[in-house]
């Protein structure tokens, strides 16, 4: 099974997923009827019919359990609502989108790990600091997110590669101001189950920002970061049939192209994201108090963890 840009686990690799979850594809289908028919009596939730597929991926990832996945679905839209900076006017043609490809990558890797892991990589493609804007940077990362579990992928757990060999000190000038609040989104708004953190060519000027993203990762998480001096190092962790040609890896392409394929499948459902633009939290019907915390989304503060570079 696969798509133009990513491939999917086989039938038994997907059966595999559910038996480590204790559930099965029937189970689940009925659960997902069960949270649809919540959702439709949450006075302030979106219409479940439209994202259907959406419910299924974030209840396999809360580890099929209906609780957990109903409040990561009312975190989802709550921050929809909440952050428009990251989550709103998504136009994958928009210009101030298209300058934002040109300048950085986030994309997922085609092939998944033997364990049904998938692989996303996230780098500065352009040192030039002026096109650079961090809001459009996260408004980017955020919808390849929101495409591949509303549409396009299935998988079990999460690993993410932070290169940052083209990082600037403007660059992280830029970034810092709004960091927090972006890792409170994404570990919030998306229940994904990150395995391990990989962060390649790290200068020692961005140990702030690293610091900073400890501060607001669960403790759990934080501990699964690995800093790697080099290639090789990174492929003691990751298979090279997976990482691209770029990155010492056997996969047929190049991460350049593997942008331009995953540049394609965002353009391609234009129509997806304009309509999804309105699927968001009615703050004027909500009953209960939101399930976020307001306080994350403000600037910087706070004490942060160090990590040490081994």
Same mark, same amino acid.
């Given at each position: 099974?696969?798509?133009?840009?990513?491939?999917?686990?086989?039938?038994?690799?997907?059966?595999?997923?559910?038996?480590?979850?204790?559930?099965?594809?029937?189970?689940?289908?009925?659960?997902?009827?069960?949270?649809?028919?919540? &959702?439709? /009596?949450?006075?302030?939730?979106?219409?479940?019919?439209? #994202?259907?597929?959406?419910?299924? =991926?974030?209840?396999? $990832?809360?580890?099929?359990?209906?609780?957990?996945?109903?409040?990561?679905?009312?975190?989802?839209?709550?921050?929809?609502?909440?952050?428009?900076?990251?989550?709103?006017?998504?136009?994958?043609?928009?210009?101030?989108l298209l300058r934002s490809m040109k300048t950085s990558l986030f994309i997922p890797l085609p092939k998944?790990?033997?364990?049904?892991?998938?692989?996303?990589?996230?780098?500065?493609?352009?040192?030039?600091?002026?096109?650079?804007?961090?809001?459009?940077?996260?408004?980017?990362?955020?919808?390849?997110?929101?495409?591949?579990?509303?549409?396009?992928? &299935?998988? /079990?757990?999460?690993?993410?590669?932070?290169?940052?060999? #083209?990082?600037?000190?403007?660059? =992280?000038?830029?970034? $810092?101001?709004?960091?927090?609040?972006?890792?409170?989104?994404a570990t919030t708004a998306y229940p994904l189950r990150i395995q391990e953190i990989h962060i390649l060519?790290?200068?020692?000027?961005?140990?702030?920002?690293?610091?900073?993203?400890?501060?607001?990762?669960?403790?759990?998480?934080?501990?699964?970061?690995?800093?790697?001096?080099?290639?090789?190092?990174?492929k003691k962790h990751i298979n090279s049939d997976i990482l691209p040609l770029d990155y010492g890896g056997?996969?047929?392409?190049?991460?350049?192209?593997?942008?331009?394929?995953?540049?394609?499948?965002?353009?391609?459902?234009?129509?997806?994201?304009?309509?999804?633009?309105?699927?968001?939290?009615?703050?004027?019907?909500?009953?209960?108090?939101?399930?976020?915390?307001?306080?994350?989304?403000?600037?910087?503060?706070?004490?942060?963890?160090?990590?040490?570079?081994?």
């Amino acid at each position: 099974m696969a798509t133009k840009t990513l491939i999917l686990p086989t039938p038994d690799k997907l059966k595999e997923i559910y038996q480590d979850l204790g559930t099965t594809e029937e189970k689940v289908n009925a659960d997902v009827l069960t949270i649809m028919e919540w &959702m439709r /009596k949450q006075p302030h939730l979106p219409n479940p019919e439209v #994202d259907e597929r959406r419910i299924r =991926l974030f209840l396999i $990832l809360c580890k099929n359990s209906m609780e957990r996945a109903k409040e990561s679905l009312d975190q989802y839209y709550t921050l929809k609502s909440m952050v428009p900076e990251f989550f709103g006017n998504r136009d994958p043609t928009a210009e101030p989108l298209l300058r934002s490809m040109k300048t950085s990558l986030f994309i997922p890797l085609p092939k998944l790990t033997p364990e049904g892991y998938r692989i996303s990589l996230s780098r500065i493609r352009c040192p030039d600091i002026d096109n650079f804007e961090f809001s459009d940077y996260v408004k980017v990362n955020f919808m390849s997110i929101d495409i591949r579990l509303s549409k396009l992928d &299935m998988f /079990k757990k999460e690993i993410f590669v932070f290169d940052l060999k #083209d990082i600037t000190m403007a660059h =992280l000038t830029a970034m $810092l101001p709004q960091m927090k609040k972006f890792v409170y989104c994404a570990t919030t708004a998306y229940p994904l189950r990150i395995q391990e953190i990989h962060i390649l060519n790290m200068p020692s000027y961005a140990q702030t920002m690293v610091n900073m993203v400890l501060g607001v990762l669960k403790k759990k998480i934080a501990n699964r970061i690995k800093i790697h001096n080099g290639i090789e190092d990174l492929k003691k962790h990751i298979n090279s049939d997976i990482l691209p040609l770029d990155y010492g890896g056997t996969f047929p392409k190049n991460s350049e192209e593997l942008i331009v394929d995953w540049q394609e499948e965002l353009m391609k459902h234009r129509d997806w994201y304009l309509s999804q633009n309105s699927v968001i939290c009615d703050e004027n019907r909500r009953t209960k108090k939101p399930c976020v915390k307001v306080n994350m989304l403000a600037g910087v503060e706070g004490s942060f963890r160090k990590l040490e570079v081994d």
